[in-house]
Antibody, heavy 122, light 110 residues
């Protein structure tokens, strides 16, 4: 059974940092692209970033470029999101999502974690 | 970065058919198609249809996806109470190198 479990969320002050982690199991992690997607309270889905199988290719949405960094550790089957210079508008539930090659793969989002909540507030 | 366009809400009766739409451009929906996801309140999204309009294992045949040009559609036949949820489309934008989502459609089953 595929499982994605996020951790690391919490309350942080504006300008602060947080590191999210996603522990995976049930599939060969190193064969898949991975993404982070967030959802602000009562709002829709917003894709943040993804990374290819060996970590050599990474893409980000403009709103987090230069502030967030996605990374992976294939030996530990884990995905991370380092978030710096956090703003109130970054408050959201952050999901770890299994992805596929954007230009030819099936789709992003065949498996999702349950999310970890990040609250940015003073 | 502009997203995909979905109607905010659709209402249909029990056992009727609902068709949800998702409009993008030639760089996203028109490029590789759009996937569809269903989200019930308090739960993570669930993939209903891949970009090529095929269904993941375990998804009911009542959910059928298609595409015409830059517009993707999800048809849900024989509406059931459990179909009441938010529905999102997503596509890769090849010009922006980002995944984009639609704003979501809230489906109400009357």
């Amino acid at each position: 059974e595929v499982q994605l479990v996020e951790s690391g969320g919490g309350l942080v002050q504006p300008g602060g940092s947080l590191r999210l982690s996603c522990t995976t199991s049930g599939f060969t992690f190193s064969r898949y692209w991975m993404s982070w997607v967030r959802q602000a309270p009562g709002k829709g889905l917003e894709w943040m970033a993804n990374v290819n199988q060996d970590g050599s290719a990474k893409f980000y949405v403009d709103s987090v470029k230069g502030r967030f960094t996605i990374s992976r550790d294939n030996a530990k089957n884990s995905l991370s999101l380092q978030m710096n210079s956090l703003r109130a508008e970054d408050t959201a539930l952050y999901y770890c999502v299994r992805d596929s090659p954007p230009d030819y793969g099936d789709s992003m989002g065949d498996f999702w974690g349950r999310g970890t909540l990040v609250t940015v507030s003073s | 970065q502009a997203g995909l366009t979905q109607p905010p809400s659709v209402s249909k009766g029990l056992r009727q058919t609902a068709t949800l739409t998702c409009t993008g451009n030639s760089n996203n929906v028109g490029y590789q198609g759009a996937a569809w996801l269903q989200q019930h309140q308090g739960h993570p999204p669930k993939l209903l249809s891949y970009r090529k309009n095929n269904r993941p294992s375990g998804i009911s045949e009542r959910f059928s996806a298609s595409r015409s040009g830059n517009t993707a559609s999800l048809t849900i036949s024989g509406l059931q109470p459990e179909d009441e949820a938010d529905y999102y489309c997503s596509a890769w934008d090849s010009s922006l190198s980002v995944w984009v989502f639609g704003g979501g459609t809230k489906l109400t089953v009357l």
